[in-house]
């Protein structure tokens, strides 16, 4: 019996499996005969977990015993609440998984218990690492995380492995955007570069419908829809539904009847919008793909003009505006050449038949892919520690780089080693991966010391660590699977005004708050991102009512501000 590795394309909005056998690539249909299931997970009466149609079903009927849009929160604290209990997103996810695991064994008639499992290219580690691990708990081995534009690359490339081109993958699904360059020549896929925007998508699209709907219905009847669940449930269905007629219509009719009541008078909601309006609703959100795209070409030094094929993947390119903004963009159209809702999973089920050894070696492709995020150290610099760069986003990997560095003072015996990921300058504001200690340095009263500190990371998302001593070659070794789960995670902050000290520093928030708008309009995304990150460790403290650090993250918030 084959011992089957299933690739899995586990999305915000749906979740597809496939399994590469007999020569070929085939979609594994759920229990109801669909190769898509709805990434939800509800509770129903009884108190039974329900996952796929029939959650998405009982969204509309018990918003508060059903959960959506998983994906969104992987990587954060937040909790999920379902019924009188709270569940993470990974344990949400691993719901979905097992369901996946009990349909694919159902079809396949054997047990399966290995995955590889897509994530959007630019989830970072701790999003990888949530992901894997709901793998482990809906009972998959984990064989590989892939990034989701890298399998969808995959599946088209397989058939066209000789041929030199320039591939660009345009991924817009439910709730995330990724871009990726890729350079395929004689068998080797080469990703160059990746971009994107983890929280841009369908989802978004969808609430540009309906805060329209919703102040048109206010403007109308004066009832206000804000915080009444069930009528925002059927609005949500209602405006995606008629997202989705858009796409090959001209207009569409949102009809939901007795939506609220005014006074005891049940008022219902009629609208009908044309594609056009629905366009202009949604033309700002969609430029916000231009950034990455940017980014994504820039990195990868491969200029609009030099790109033979642009690649759609994700429910939301079948969007009209979305082709016609490709064209804009980079003045021709996409290509039709893979299924923009199966390539995923289908380039995931090919990645586990690469490692599996059912594709074999002859005509098997080799595939790099690159890291989406800068890995370092922490240095000193004057008083203040930085990030110093060993390995710069979108490296090719597998890839080993070093670095030296010397001791601060002289005589010193021992050195600290901060593992660092992230886009700042300031070390405290990346994610720190982990730490280790250098013992035993040569008492050296005359000089510094140097020590050499070598980072390898591969394509199963392992880092390994090195830091040698170069005048004794003493070294400590420390490896970290970047997709085991790690210690920092994201809280929701937003709630820090209930805060009791929240009054001092509701000025500086303001004042943060429009410079990193003001950044962000000025194409300044680093300097965005700094800011953001501070107002987050801000907010945190203030949340947490913890007066002294605010007050160092609000100085340090000042300082990069300039106020
Ligand atoms: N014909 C269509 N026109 C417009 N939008 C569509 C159409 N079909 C599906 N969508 C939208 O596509 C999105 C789902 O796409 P997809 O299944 O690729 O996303 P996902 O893989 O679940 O999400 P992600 O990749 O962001 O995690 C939904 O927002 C859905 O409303
Ligand atoms: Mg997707």
Redo the contacts with the bound molecule.
């Keep these: 019996m084959n011992d089957f590795i299933i690739g899995i394309?586990?999305?915000?909005?749906?979740?597809?499996a496939a399994i590469f056998r007999n020569g070929k690539v085939e979609m594994i249909p759920s229990f109801d005969g669909e190769k898509?299931i709805p990434?939800a997970v509800g509770i129903d009466e009884s108190g039974n977990f329900i996952v796929g149609q029939k959650a998405k079903a009982q969204f509309i009927l018990s918003p508060e015993r059903t959960a959506i849009e998983i994906?969104?929160k992987i990587g954060t604290s937040e909790q999920i609440r379902l019924g009188k209990k709270n569940y993470s997103a990974a344990e949400l996810s691993a719901k979905i998984l097992e369901y996946v695991k009990r349909y694919a064994e159902e079809y396949l008639g054997q047990p399966v218990n290995r995955a590889v499992i897509s994530v959007?290219a630019y989830f970072d580690d701790i999003q990888r690492r949530e992901t894997a691990e709901a793998g482990r708990m809906a009972g998959f081995v984990v064989e590989r995380i892939i990034n989701?534009p890298t399998a969808a690359a995959l599946s088209y490339g397989i058939g066209h492995l000789q041929e030199k081109s320039h591939i660009l993958v345009y991924?817009?699904?439910?709730?995330?955007?990724?871009v990726t360059v890729l350079e395929m020549f004689e068998g080797v896929m080469e990703v160059l570069a990746s971009s994107g925007d983890n929280r841009l998508?369908?989802?978004d699209?969808?609430a540009c419908l309906i805060q329209y709907l919703k102040d048109t219905f206010k403007e109308k009847t004066g009832v206000s829809l804000d915080g009444n669940v069930f009528a925002e449930a059927r609005l949500k269905e209602a405006a995606?539904a008629c997202?989705?007629?858009?796409?090959?219509e001209e207009r569409a009719t949102v009809q939901l009847p007795m939506l609220a009541d005014k006074g005891n008078t049940p008022m219902g909601l009629e609208e009908t919008i044309t594609r056009e309006q629905f366009e202009q609703l949604i033309w700002g959100e969609l430029e916000r793909t231009r950034g990455p795209i940017e980014v994504a070409l820039s990195d990868s030094k491969i200029a609009p003009q030099d790109l033979d094929m642009i690649l759609l993947?994700?429910?939301?390119?079948?969007?009209p505006l979305v082709s016609k903004s490709i064209h804009k963009i980079f003045g021709k159209d996409p290509s039709e050449a893979i299924h923009?809702?199966y390539s995923?999973a289908e380039g995931a089920a090919l990645q586990a038949a690469i490692i599996s050894g059912e594709i074999d070696n002859d005509d098997s492709i080799i595939l790099t892919d690159v890291n989406p995020y800068t890995l370092g150290v922490s240095a000193m610099e004057g008083h203040e520690a930085v990030m110093s760069v060993i390995i710069p986003r979108n490296t090719t990997i597998p890839v080993t780089r070093h670095n030296l560095y010397m001791t601060e003072y002289f005589g010193q015996r021992r050195a600290e080693i901060v593992v660092l990921q992230g886009e700042h300058r300031i070390s405290k504001l990346n994610h720190e991966i982990g730490r280790f200690t250098i013992r035993d340095l040569p008492v050296n009263m005359t000089e510094r010391e140097k020590i050499d500190v070598a980072f390898s990371y591969n394509l199963d998302g392992i880092l390994q660590v090195a830091a040698t001593v170069v005048s004794t070659g003493k070294a400590a070794t420390v490896t970290y699977d970047m997709t085991q789960t790690g210690p920092k995670e994201y809280e929701d902050v937003s709630g820090w005004k209930t805060s009791s000290i929240a009054a001092d520093y509701r000025a500086t928030i303001r004042r943060g708050e429009r410079a990193m708008k003001k950044a962000k309009e000025l194409g300044r995304e680093e300097f965005a991102a700094d800011i953001k990150e501070l107002l987050y460790e801000l907010k945190y403290e203030i949340l947490h009512e913890n007066q002294v650090k605010a007050d160092e993250w609000e100085e340090e918030l000042r300082e990069l501000i300039d106020i």
């Design positions: 394309d586990l999305g915000t909005t749906t979740t597809e898509a990434s994906k969104r959007p989701e991924d817009l699904g439910g709730g995330t955007f990724d998508g369908g989802k699209f969808d995606e997202k989705i007629a858009l796409s090959t993947a994700g429910g939301s390119t079948r969007i923009p809702d995923i």
